[in-house]
C-alpha cells in the first residue's frame, strides 16, 4: 500500500479507547474501533441483515450488532457467534503520530 490509498479521518482523540467512529467513502460506511489503543477498521455494515455495528455494543474487541446480536472480531472481521456467518470487511488503517489514517479501498492485513 502505498500513502496514497490513506486518507487522514480523525485525530487519535476524537477516537478514545473503547470507542467507535464512522467515516463514509461514496456509499461505504467503515468503522474505526480504538481496542486498547490500537486501531481497527471494520464494515459498519453487519453481515447477517443490514444493521449499523457502530450502533450496537463495543466492547475489547467485539462489536455486537443491536439487531439480531451478531458478534464481530474487529481485530479480523471474523463472526463469533449466529446468526451471522460470514466475517465483515476489514480496512487497513493507521496512527501516524496523532492523526489516524484509513485505506476505504484496502483491506487490513491478517493480524
Known amino acids: 500500500m502505498t500513502d496514497s490509498d490513506f486518507i487522514k479521518v480523525a485525530s487519535i482523540d476524537e477516537i478514545p479507547v473503547g470507542q467507535v467512529k464512522v467515516f463514509e ?33 463495543f466492547e475489547n474487541n467485539e462489536i455486537t450488532c443491536p439487531r439480531h446480536g451478531a458478534r464481530f472480531d474487529v481485530t479480523t472481521g471474523k463472526a463469533l457467534c449466529l446468526p451471522a456467518v460470514v466475517p465483515v470487511q476489514t480496512y487497513a488503517v493507521e496512527l501516524r503520530g496523532s492523526e489516524v489514517w484509513l485505506s476505504p479501498t484496502q483491506p487490513a492485513k491478517p493480524v
Open 25 to 57: 467513502f461514496d456509499d461505504e460506511r467503515i468503522t474505526v474501533c480504538n481496542v486498547s489503543g490500537s486501531l481497527y477498521a471494520v464494515s459498519d455494515i453487519c453481515s447477517h441483515d443490514y444493521a449499523l455495528l457502530s450502533e450496537g455494543e
